[in-house]
């Protein structure tokens, strides 16, 4: 499955910013999202099964950050509000048949700068 990550952007500390993953065949997949700052390892932020029955989120983000995905669009999606600087990271968006650590399919990255 190809997937293609858009929405990065620069935005200041405190506010929004979209994220969408689009794919041919997303429909199929749990779509996860993770990010990498410079010099940091890979971060699992966070994934949603195929139906949207499940949602996981690291707790870094939780209550900040809301997976969605519209299935018809073949789009998944990720809200980020309340940004902090350390936020700062490329996104990237992967699939596989199940929600887990580590995905096996990837897209490439967004940048997402956030500003203090």
């Known amino acids: 499955v190809q997937l293609q990550a858009s929405g990065g952007g620069l935005v200041q500390a405190g506010g929004s910013l979209g994220l969408s993953c689009t794919g041919s065949?997303?429909?199929?997949?749990?779509i996860g999202w993770y990010r990498q700052a410079p010099g940091k390892e890979r971060e699992r932020v966070s994934c949603i099964t195929t139906a949207s029955g499940s949602t996981f989120y690291a707790d870094s983000v939780k209550g900040r950050f809301t997976i969605s995905r519209d299935n018809a669009k073949k789009t998944a999606y990720l809200q980020m509000s309340s940004l902090k600087p350390e936020d700062t990271a490329v996104y990237f968006c992967?699939?596989?048949?199940?929600?887990?650590?580590?995905?096996?399919?990837w897209g490439q990255g967004t940048q997402v700068t956030v500003s203090s």
């Open positions: 065949s997303l429909h199929y997949y749990a």
């Open positions: 992967a699939a596989d048949l199940f929600c887990r650590e580590t995905m096996s399919y």
